[in-house]
């Protein structure tokens, strides 16, 4: 350990064993003292420590697997001492890895090639000769920083993962009342005001918010979207605000919330009605402060994001101040827009249907029949409780099971879409078919319908949670 002596001027015993490791280090010096000391100090902090004396060999190694931490030399050649070398690696490797952790270790220049690498990228900087503290103080804060961008990228891919709608369903209609919905969204798209959207369940409430993002000057970042309605109460702040190790029993790690991770972006804020009264201050507080705590921490972190909302609750519902915050609903409704019923909008039933059996005839490989004029006027007569998604689920089934050269009406199975009467005392079920599946499929079916396919009514009809009643209906393709 004489290197490290010589080299820090500290004693070899400043060296500490760490319980965290981090994946990988890589440490690029023409001076091999440099790279036996620094890899001797970070052997400990890093599950790997290459070391290279020519930037292109390290290149390689980049390319092979991107590592936490690369700590790049400032200067190569003989006698520089520019920095030029060591500032044109760094446009290199962030050109293969954008997100990379480059620490520059420079010997002269000073601070004023520190900074200029620190304009360029480099997340920090070391000097020689270092003190050990300072070099492992650094380099560990460096890939922490590393291991939180893969974090904020993993959330905000699983926020997306969990936001996309099943299926390709577009906003389509030409009717008067889409016709404002478009209008409202051309006018507010381009402004960061809040939008909530109001709608009946399946109008189509999630697409306008995509619409919104994919219009706005964000739409470069992320679309964070979250269902109010199907996060319990007790993970609320810990599923927005993120949480900090041992905030409490299941927190094994650090976790941003979606409010950090739609940082930049837009935040769609689904079933926003259905947010219990105690919490709306929680996220009243956090919309007008722009800044999140993590359940358990005391530091807050700035977030910048765009808010739309979108509930099924009427707006003279939300307008009960015993249900709903007035002043949270005034944060949160700068633009309203309310999405008409499909049986307020027929003239568009025929374009839905002739895009949806395209899309299934493609997707199971089946002829696209024709609909009779009779067949037309059914479904525009049609009142389609459910609205768009029960109008798209008929349209595929339609497709599976229809034969002969033309729709039926019956293919569409409308008489068995119709909501069912609320009785005083239901029938009792008939239990023909035994089949665990099918019995479950129908149930969920014969739920959805008696509520008008309302997902928090069916849900309760049936003893589940919102979100254990959308994992059924995906699971059974309804």
């Known amino acids: 350990m004489e290197i490290d002596r010589r080299l820090s001027g500290q004693p070899a015993e400043a060296r500490v064993t760490h319980t965290k490791r981090f994946g990988r280090c890589i440490i690029i010096d023409d001076d091999p003292d440099i790279l036996l000391s620094a890899r001797l100090l970070l052997r400990d902090l890093f599950r790997d420590v290459a070391d290279f004396r020519s930037p292109e060999a390290?290149?390689?190694a980049i390319d092979e697997e991107l590592p936490d931490v690369i700590l790049l030399d400032a200067n190569f050649g003989r006698g520089a001492t520019d920095a030029a070398e060591g500032l044109h690696w760094l446009s290199q490797i962030l050109k293969r890895d954008p997100q990379a952790v480059v620490v520059m270790i420079?010997?002269?220049a000073g601070v004023g090639v520190a900074v200029e690498a620190m304009k360029r990228g480099a997340t920090d900087f070391v000097s020689k000769p270092w003190s050990n503290e300072r070099l492992l103080a650094t380099v560990r804060t460096a890939a922490a920083l590393r291991a939180s961008r893969a974090e904020v990228d993993t959330e905000r891919g699983r926020a997306a993962v969990i936001a996309a709608p099943p299926g390709e369903t577009p906003l389509l209609g030409r009717s008067p009342g889409m016709a404002r919905v478009w209008s409202l969204i051309e006018r507010a798209a381009p402004t960061d005001a809040n939008v909530l959207i109001l709608g009946e369940n399946g109008t189509g409430k999630e697409l306008v918010a995509r619409a919104l993002h994919?219009?706005?000057r964000r739409a470069d970042n992320v679309l964070v979207s979250v269902d109010l309605g199907a996060v319990s109460e007790s993970l609320f702040e810990s599923e927005l605000f993120g949480h900090v190790k041992g905030a409490f029993t299941d927190a094994k790690t650090d976790r941003i919330g979606r409010m950090q991770a739609a940082d930049g972006g837009t935040l769609f804020l689904d079933e926003i009605g259905n947010l219990p009264l105690h919490l709306q201050p929680k996220l009243l507080?956090?919309?007008?402060?722009?800044?999140?705590?993590?359940?358990?921490g005391n530091r807050p972190g700035a977030i910048d994001v765009r808010v739309i909302a979108a509930t099924n609750v009427a707006a003279d519902r939300l307008a009960d101040e015993s249900r709903f915050r007035q002043d949270l609903l005034f944060r949160l409704n700068t633009v309203e827009i309310e999405l008409p019923p499909l049986r307020e909008r027929r003239e568009d039933i025929m374009l839905l249907v002739d895009h949806f059996v395209g899309l299934y005839a493609r997707k199971y490989d089946k002829p696209v029949l024709a609909i009779p004029p009779d067949v037309a006027r059914a479904l525009e007569d049609y009142d389609w409780p459910g609205n768009v998604r029960a109008l798209r689920h008929a349209a595929e089934r339609a497709v599976i099971l229809a034969e002969g050269d033309a729709f039926r009406a019956e293919d569409f199975s409308l008489s068995r879409a119709a909501p069912m009467p609320r009785a005083?005392?239901?029938?009792?079920?008939?239990?023909d078919d035994l089949n665990l599946e099918r019995a479950e499929k129908q149930m969920v079916e014969e739920a959805l319908r008696k509520h008008s396919y309302n997902i928090s009514l069916a849900a309760a009809e049936l003893g589940l949670t919102r979100a254990?009643?959308?994992r059924r209906m995906e699971k059974h393709g309804l």
């Open 58 to 60: 390290a290149m390689a």
């Open 106 to 108: 420079t010997a002269h």
């Open 214 to 216: 994919a219009r706005s």
């Open 285 to 296: 507080t956090a919309l007008e402060q722009r800044q999140v705590t993590p359940v358990g």
């Open 424 to 431: 005083s005392a239901p029938a009792p079920a008939r239990h």
């Open 468 to 470: 254990s009643l959308y």
